[in-house]
Structures are given as structure tokens and as C-alpha cells.
């Protein structure tokens, strides 16, 4: 059993670190807008005079034809304003985000920037227009001023520091040794989640694009730093259209419309209050979380009390 078991165990384990390795290339290829089977139009132009209205209309969207992911979703977010998608896991959030972005076609419906079809315009002014926080940033090899000037490389040592600043990062960096030129990514220092994504929200500072998409970290991060990375995320959002991907409730309370997705169709829209007026499939889900957060706060206190 053990002669087995070993090499079994240790296919497992490199069979991750490949994946791991995958998924890595391709986050990469996210962040540097590498487009992957999509081609711009021989006569596209760049997107005109970006307000930031986003619709989405009527989209229809599968991977595998197989197997339809979203059928038929249709919403505007107003230039300015913020729209929160909620949902089950797997109910297609990330997909809406991916779209808008233009990782892929859709296979019916439109989705709109300004009125302009994404698909009529140019790729590189739709990424231009958007500024991407996503679950995971992916960190360059290089010093953590490089990685937030990322946002835009003609940015000054002051503009850096004052988008660290607005992204609550600031302080942490000046406590490193070597501060701003400390190197970080796989070969220098380690960030943590709730660092990384700071991080990207400075990088998006810089930017400044009109369009916002927030694709929250999915693990959970503790009460303090979850509400500076809010704090974070309200002085990018401020003044520019919102999308974002909700992963837990907490987040989305204040946004101007909550949207509620599930398998690939909306279920309900309307505010937080609304919703939970309505007392369906959002208030719910708002109850199964209010739990689970006092059941962890209570395993807390416990820990803490030993
Ligand atoms: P979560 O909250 O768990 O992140 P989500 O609502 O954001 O979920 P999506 O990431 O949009 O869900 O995925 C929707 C469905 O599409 C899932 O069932 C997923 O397995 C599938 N899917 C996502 N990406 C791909 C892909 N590249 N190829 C094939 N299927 C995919």
C-alpha cells in the first residue's frame, strides 16, 4: 500500500503545481491585456468619448456550447454610478466582468460602452477604459514602486506615494526597510492578499480610468483589513462607473443597484433595503452570511478568551 500510495500522492502534488503554473501564465496574460483569440475589426476604431454607461444587453454567453453560462442578462449601470453583482457560486459573476472587459465574444446580445458595441471598437482603448482590481494580482519580480506605477509608467515618485496613500498603503511600505524599493513578487517579499490587493487599487489610482471593475477577493480577509481595503475601494470608485463581482455581502450594501444573478439569469434587482424587503433569494442569502459571520465571531472570542 505504502509503494502505492507515495508516487500516487506525489503525481497529485505535481499535477498541482502544474496547474498552479497554468493558471499563473494566464493571469499574466490578464494583466498584460495579451488578447487571446480575440481580433480587433480591420476597421475598428477607439472607443469615442468614454462617459462610462455600460449595458449589457440581452447577452447570451457559453464557453462550451454545450453549456449555456449566461442567458440572456440585461442591465445598464449609469456613467458614475455602481452596480454590485451577487450570486451563487458559479452563477456567472466573473464571466460578466470577463465580457465587459472583452476576454471574449459574446454568443448573443451586446454589450454596450457609451452605445458602442465592444466589438466594433478596439480592444486596447476598452482596457484603457477600464481598470481591472482583481481577485488575485499577479506581482512583477521588481520593487513594489514599480509594481503600483504599473498603473501608469509616466507616473512621478510623488503621484506613487500619493495613490499608496489613497489605497492605505502607504504606511505599511514606509515601515519596510527599504520601503518603496523593496522587491517583492516570488523572489522578494511575500504580500498577503489584503497587501496585494492594495496594491492593484493603487495601480488603479494611477490609471484613473472611467470605468472600475472589482473582482473581490473571494477568502476572507479579517474585519480590519477588509475595511481598509473598503475604505480603498471607495475613494477609487468615487465618480466612476462600478462594476462589482461580489463575492460576500458585506461589501455590496451601498452600491446604487444590486444585481442578483443565478444560474446565468437575473433574479432579482433593486437596492439592499429593496431586497431585502422583497425576502427572496438575496434576503435569504444575506441571513445564511449574517449567521456565518456571528458564528466566526464567536469562534474568535473563543480562541481569543484560551
Ligand atoms: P464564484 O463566485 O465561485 O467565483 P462566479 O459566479 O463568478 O462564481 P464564473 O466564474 O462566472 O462564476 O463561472 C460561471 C461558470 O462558468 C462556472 O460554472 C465555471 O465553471 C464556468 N467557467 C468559468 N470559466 C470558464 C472557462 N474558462 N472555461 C469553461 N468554463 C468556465
Redesign the pocket.
Known sequence: LMQISIPLNFIGFLYREVRQGLADIESMFDLLGVPAEIQDKPDAKPLKAVDGNIRFENVKFH??PERP?LKGVDFEVPAGKSVAIV?P???????ISRLLFRFYDVTGGAVRIDGQDVRDVTQDSVRHAIGMVPQDTVLFNDTIEYNIRYGRPDASAEEVREAAQMAQIHDFIERLPQGYKTEVGERGLKLSGGEKQRVAIARTILKAPPILILDEA?SALDTHTEQEIQAALDQVSKNRTTLV?A?RLSTVVNANQIIVLEAGEIAERGTHSELLEADGLYASMWARQREADEAEERLRAAVEHD
Open positions: 464557453y462550451d453560462i450570486g457560486s458559479g452563477a456567472g459573476k466573473s464571466t473571494t463581482i463575492h
